[in-house]
């Protein structure tokens, strides 16, 4: 033991004298101006002055706690104490002091304080959470205590704490056992702060299937307690997880956004105050749209209504047409003779005249972007593994030497048109090719054009540098080429330029968390440094009983022991077959990989240093394993390092700790070990992570809305904007037309009816029920016999009601009716194929496509129930929801896939030779097993390379040696040949295959395709650090076992030689272990943040949040219930779905439609309801009135009385009268959206169809009103003088009558005249005035 070399005695931490003695010198220092700072401050402050702030009594205490440390310290390191007694990881809270930092700025010291008082806001549901959780663990006490034995512990220890659980046993009730393969679980229900853990890990929702599935296996045989496992974890999961863990974090995340939308409401505030009432008077007057009469109008124009229409064409944002007018023209300045692009071309140099009308041709950019997308499919084709003289592989990179130069002169005739730099013409007469709004239109003036001229760059220095192996590496840039199609593309645009406005605004959380991240990696650095390593010992030759041996007078760890332990070698080969230990340089390159016992760290990482510790505690935050890191790290020995972390102490076996001697010790800290993980998990994960996604959520949703407008507007017009969308993207609904033959009528009652859709709706349910009960069970044919009748007869019985189904509605509809609908559509498509299934399985004739395939189809029936849900009004709303996200998501998608190609194309061209093993990309054919002679080889690399591409030997003579046919492989001991057990290679997976746990044939970086779904897999953060620990450097855990840096494929010859690359991380050497480290790391990092959190988590779900809160939320002046409830009474008047109704249906429509749009059940006069026509000011066309006309008007009256009543109750709350003072209308600001909206409204369906107006619905009604009574009065007059003159013969009666009636038709057409002119000049008032009016009829 003596000769084991360490860098440093265990009195210096095995650290390097040197090392130990500077960091202790650094120590001493910092402490003493810590102190010193204490002093000054308590002199110059006073004791009392001082302690008023926390901050100094934090600081004091870190002081007194770190002077401790030092005096102890001393004492030991004179010999006066033999060992500090201060308690482990004390000594770490010094790195709280690093919390100060965050204070010394403003924006983190906001964000801070939002952090802090954010707790307050939730305080009462994490009383509510931490019940729940007392609640649950006291329950799983009841359910499961005793029946899951600890594994640090034995059964026996079980069964003395809980002999009831245990006295099933002698009854034969059951047994508890474990499966050696499987290991103990080390979550248990025995105590209580051991289930209270247990519900922390499952409320976290990481592997909480796990602990079922332990729960289960331990309690499934009682049958007193059989089913408990199954309600108790999916009650706790639904209600601690989902429910009240979910609504603790949406509470924090809220109050955080309100801090932050104060601060940013104060900051604004305050510049607007610093700038003074200098600007207010120099600003000019905002330009508002409103709506009335059907149209959106300027501010400044007329209110015209009922016979004066506004004619008002789309007004210009940027100018009036006026002032556009008299503002005197600006000649263009004359080109500047100093303005040379590139030093070579003036601006009427015909040259660049040329390149300037060519790049701006729409065909130019279009050929150019097509370029782009070619040659991004040619980057994913392109694989690494081809050999430099397979065909494909030469085409590509001719095909590339090509692309590359038409992008190189892409870029150089934008350099000539606008300059290289910076350009100072502006458009002139004589070169009108540059934008008269630009200031600096030159070539790098623009991010996205710098953007292209750098992908330009890496493709000419990778084609400069395709024979330098030293920086292949670097070819790996080429996969940003992709990311000139954003450039190209305006929606991808805006959701780029937007991302990236948004990312700043977090800048302030990302510090506060990267300052919390450090302060708990030093904690954990201090705690747990030197204490998770194991002795690696591949065929369990050895054992080291975790622990401080005591021999004699001497302490040994357990590195040290295992550092003493004989040595072997194991049997492994390269892929030419030559085993590694013949290798000549064996002894400095491939040692690693073979020589065992060896001391390494777990593969999940290590505490070891603070770049590590960083990694491991960011890996836990995001919550990808923490249970197995937890766990490992409370069996860590509390005092000594380089112990293997086992869970027994020497105290919990009495003194001795699995040997008879006692020779073992070992102590432990699992309940503060579990305390800091959970407190980081809350921190961490809980609040900071989640924080950071909320701020990027809700910056993105700001920008968003500063770019359509609606940021600059108040709350009303925002929610009227949005309303307005609503409004016009929806369509009247329809109802079918009866048929004219008399014997269809019954027919298409009955089709239409509620009724018959609930018949058939109980078809499909009972039709799926039925296909539910098909199973496959080979151990009973006669049971799968009987089953497969009844499935076909019940399928045959089926097909025969929706065949019925089918010819009833065809019967009452009509063909053209029928196949009107997309569902009626989709139920015959699905009629044929069940006809199809049926006709072959009568035929038992095998369908060209899988018959399981068709009747899955059959079940999209179950859909339908979604039209019988009418009443279902929250999945209306999701479902409108869903609808309305979907541009926004598709752009969104878009980018996902984009950046997830890129990075595919980033992890193939660097890591596609991870973990490799011959014979993994296909190319071996294995012929019959005839292992037993010697000389056959049942396995053959029978591709041939030019014709594949297969990353085999491009030699005829050197292939790559298949593990199959390698002595003593598993392939031939499978097929009988005996060998010794030394004798076997080795490989890490069974099969003889390199494949670890997590990089392995389902996930790996070996072809672009499953690059792209191992991407995807890691983007929903399913196990991603374990594929990224894969890809680290072979001393990384026991990554040597699967690979060497002989043993990837063959791609090329060097001298008529083969190059065998390396199968070990990127493959960059032994000496780059540490960049191959941060390489993995900064992809990984950058791919989860970005895909996972960001986009996924963070812009995913927002668009949908956002959306369904503005769709469902109730606090809206109309919601969506409110619209589909006018959507059904407009169909009683509109059955054809025309979108238009008679005027005089208005009354009617208004009088039947609920609150807010209708009148509802509230009883009004005549007088009211025309009063209520006047407000609403809707136009008639020639006697019909528009859908969403009628719509807008009602919804905007519906907001104007909620802005009211508000403004009423406000007066109220000051004590102030009601001036009687109404807003008639919603003004909104000239903006995008707004514009946008506007000129939609003009635009909707049958506008242009029908007859323009002249003059309102209340106008048409009021003269039809007076028609009617007038005629009624002129008829009653008529037949009264008619019974006077009862003496007059027959036919001087009727010439009578015909006078009367001519006489009444000039009069009603003189009264219209003058009614029409009488309502115009009512609708002229204004709008303050309306409200005092009478209309007396």
Not at 387 to 400: F, N, P, Q, S, V
Not at 473 to 498: C, D, G, Q
Not at 679 to 695: A, D, E, Q, R, T
Not at 721 to 737: D, H, M
Request: charged share 20%; net charge negative; aromatic share 12%.
């Amino acid at each position: 033991l003596e000769d084991i070399p360490t860098l440093g005695g265990k009195d210096t931490d095995y650290l390097a004298p040197a090392h130990y003695w500077t960091l202790f010198g650094f120590n001493v220092f910092f402490t003493l101006a810590f102190i010193v700072e204490a002093a000054i401050k308590l002199v110059g402050l006073g004791v009392r002055r001082y302690a008023r702030d926390p901050l100094n009594v934090f600081d004091f205490t870190i002081v007194a706690i770190s002077t401790a440390e030092l005096l102890l310290d001393l004492l030991v390191v004179a010999g006066v104490a033999p060992r500090s007694p201060i308690p482990p990881g004390f000594s770490a809270l010094r790195a709280l002091r690093i919390l100060r930092l965050c204070l010394l700025f403003p924006g983190t010291r906001r964000t801070l304080l939002a952090f802090l008082r954010s707790f307050g806001a939730v305080r009462y549901l994490l009383l509510l959470l931490l019940l729940a959780m007392v609640i649950f663990s006291l329950w799983g006490m009841e359910f499961f205590a005793g029946y899951y034995p600890k594994p640090w512990f034995n059964q026996y220890w079980t069964s003395a704490n809980y002999p009831c659980a245990f006295a099933d046993v002698e009854r034969g009730g059951f047994e508890i056992t474990w499966s050696e393969e499987d290991g103990y679980p080390a979550n248990n229900f025995d105590t209580f702060w051991g289930a209270f853990l247990s519900v922390f890990v499952v409320i976290s929702g990481e592997n909480w299937n796990e602990i079922y599935y332990d729960q289960h296996t331990a309690t499934s045989t009682s049958w007193e307690k059989r089913g408990f496992a199954l309600a108790y974890f999916i009650i706790l999961f639904i209600v601690a997880n989902l429910i009240i863990f979910n609504l603790f974090i949406g509470i924090i995340l809220d109050a955080v956004n309100g801090e932050e939308d104060d601060d940013i409401d104060a900051d604004a505030g305050a510049a607007v105050g610093a700038k003074g009432s200098v600007d207010d008077a120099n600003k000019p007057k905002e330009r508002m749209y409103y709506y009335s009469f059907g149209s959106y109008k300027m501010g400044d124009e007329s209110d015209t209504t009922a016979d004066g229409p506004d004619e008002v064409s789309e007004p210009s944002v940027r100018e009036p047409a006026a002032a556009a007018r008299k503002r005197p023209r600006q000649s263009h300045p004359a080109p500047s003779s100093s303005d040379r692009s590139l030093f070579l071309f003036s601006s009427d140099n015909l040259v660049r005249r040329g390149a300037a009308r060519l790049v701006a041709m729409p065909a130019f950019e279009s050929f150019i972007f097509a370029l782009i997308i070619f040659s991004s499919v040619l980057l994913g084709v392109d694989w690494p593994g081809w050999h430099e003289d397979y065909w494909l592989k030469r085409t590509i990179a001719g095909i590339d030497v090509a692309l590359t130069a038409i992008f190189i002169f892409e870029a150089l005739l934008k350099s000539i048109a606008f300059g290289f730099l910076n350009l100072k013409v502006r458009s002139t007469p004589s070169f009108p090719y540059v934008s008269v709004r630009s200031t600096c239109p030159a070539y790098l003036a623009s991010g996205w054009n710098r953007l292209d001229f750098a992908v330009v760059l890496i493709s000419i220095v990778s084609l400069a540098t395709a024979g330098v192996k030293e920086v292949a590496a670097f070819r790996a840039l080429r996969a940003l080429r992709p990311l000139r199609l954003i450039a190209r593309s305006e929606n991808m645009k805006v959701v780029i330029a937007t991302l990236g406005a948004a990312l700043p605004s977090v800048s302030k959380f990302l510090t506060v968390f990267i300052t919390f991240i450090l302060v708990f990696a030093i904690i954990f650095v201090q705690m747990f440094g030197g204490k998770l390593g194991y002795c690696l010992d591949p065929l369990e030759m050895y054992s080291v009983t975790p622990g401080v041996s005591v021999i004699g007078a001497q302490r040994v760890s357990d590195y040290e022991e295992c550092m003493a332990l004989p040595k072997y070698n194991l049997t492994r080969y390269d892929t030419l077959g030559e085993r590694l230990t013949d290798k000549e340089d064996w002894a400095e390159t491939y040692r690693l990989f073979t020589e065992f016992p060896q001391w390494t760290n777990p593969s999940f990482g290590n505490f070891d240093n603070l770049g590590t510790a960083m990694l491991l505690l960011f890996e836990v935050a995001a919550l990808e394993g923490w249970p197995d890191v937890m766990f490992a790290v409370m069996g860590a020995d509390a005092a000594q390092k380089y112990v293997s972390p086992y869970w027994l102490t020497t105290k919990q076996a009495d003194g001795k700790l699995l040997t008879p001697n006692g020779e073992e010790e070992h102590d432990t800290l699992p309940w503060l070990t579990a305390f800091l993980f959970v407190l980081w998990i809350v921190l961490g994960c809980f609040v900071l992570l989640n924080m950071v996604i909320g701020v990027v959520l809700d910056s993105f949703n700001r920008m968003q809305q500063e770019n359509e407008g609606l940021a600059m507007m108040t709350d009303a017009q925002s929610d009227w904007v949005k309303a307005q969308k609503e409004i016009i993207a929806k369509r009247p609904l329809k109802k079918p037309s009866p048929p004219r033959q008399a014997w269809r009528l019954p027919y298409f009652r009955l089709v239409c009816s509620d009724a018959f859709d609930l018949v058939v709706m109980a078809v499909i349910v009972v039709n799926t029920i039925f296909m539910m009960v098909d199973i496959y069970e080979p151990n009973s044919p006669s049971t799968l016999q009987s089953l497969w009748r009844l499935g076909f007869i019940s399928n045959c019985v089926f097909f025969g009601l929706y065949s019925l189904e089918m010819l009833l509605k065809w019967m009452g509809l009509g063909l053209r009716q029928y196949f009107k609908d997309a569902w009626n559509v989709f139920d015959f498509s699905l009629v044929i194929i069940t006809a199809v299934d049926i006709a072959f399985a009568s035929m038992q004739t095998e369908l060209p496509i899988p018959g399981g395939v068709l009747r899955v189809v059959r079940l999209l029936r179950v859909v339908r129930v979604l039209r019988l849900l009418k009443r279902a009004k929250q999945l209306q709303t999701i479902i409108a929801t869903v609808r309305v996200s979907m541009p926004g998501l598709r752009n969104i998608g878009l980018l996902m896939c984009l950046l997830m190609y890129i990075f595919a194309i980033f992890f193939t061209q660097l890591y596609w030779a991870t973990n490799y093993t011959p014979g993994n990309f296909g190319q071996t054919t294995c012929t019959a097993p005839n292992a037993s002679a010697a000389a056959a080889e049942p396995c053959d690399t029978s591709f041939d390379n030019k014709a594949s591409g297969a990353p085999v030997a491009f030699n005829a003579d050197v292939r790559e040696a298949l593990p199959q046919n390698l002595p003593c492989s598993y392939f031939r001991q499978v097929n009988g040949e005996v060998c010794a057990a030394d004798e076997a290679p080795y490989y890490f997976s069974s099969a003889d295959s390199n494949w670890g746990e997590s990089l392995n044939r389902h996930a790996n970086f070996q072809s672009l395709s499953i690059a792209f779904l191992t991407l995807f897999r890691c983007a929903t953060g399913e196990s991603f650090n374990l594929i990224m620990h894969d890809l680290f450097p072979p001393d990384w855990g026991d990554n040597m076992l699967r690979c060497c840096p002989t043993c990837g494929p063959v791609v090329d010859y060097e001298g008529g030689e083969p190059v065998v690359l390396s199968s070990c991380g990127a493959g960059w050497g032994a000496s780059t272990g540490v960049l191959e480290t941060l390489l993995a790391v900064s992809l990984f990092f950058l791919y989860y943040v970005l895909l996972g959190y960001v986009i996924l988590n963070g812009l995913f779900i927002g668009v949908i949040v956002d959306n369904f809160t503005n769709i469902g939320s109730d606090n809206s002046d109309v919601t969506l219930r409110d619209i589909e409830a006018f959507r059904t009474v407009w169909l009683r008047y509109d059955e054809k779905g025309s979108f238009v109704v008679s005027s005089q249906n208005l009354l009617a429509i208004l009088q039947q439609l609920p609150q807010p749009l209708g009148v509802g059940d509230r009883t009004r006069s005549r007088a009211d309801l025309l009063a209520l026509l006047a407000e609403l000011n809707i136009p008639d066309h020639g006697g019909y009135i528009h859908f969403n006309e009628t719509l807008t008007a009602l919804s905007q009256r519906a907001f104007c009385e909620r802005l009211n009543h508000e403004r009423l109750a406000r007066r109220q709350e000051r004590g102030l009268e009601d001036d009687g003072v109404r807003l008639q209308r919603i003004e909104v600001p000239v903006c995008e959206a707004t514009t946008v909206v506007r000129r939609k409204l003009t635009r909707m369906p049958v506008l242009s169809k029908i007859e323009k107006p002249t003059h309102s619905a209340l106008t048409n009604y009021l003269v039809s009103l007076l028609q009617s009574r007038w005629r009624s009065y002129a008829m009653r007059r008529l037949y009264e003088d008619e019974t006077a003159d009862a003496g007059h013969s027959q036919e001087e009666a009727v010439a009578r009558l015909l006078q009367a009636h001519d006489r009444l038709v000039q009069s009603e057409d003189r009264l219209a005249a003058l009614e029409q002119q009488r309502a115009h000049r009512a609708m002229a008032v204004p709008a303050q005035r309306r409200g005092e009016d009478t209309i007396i009829v």
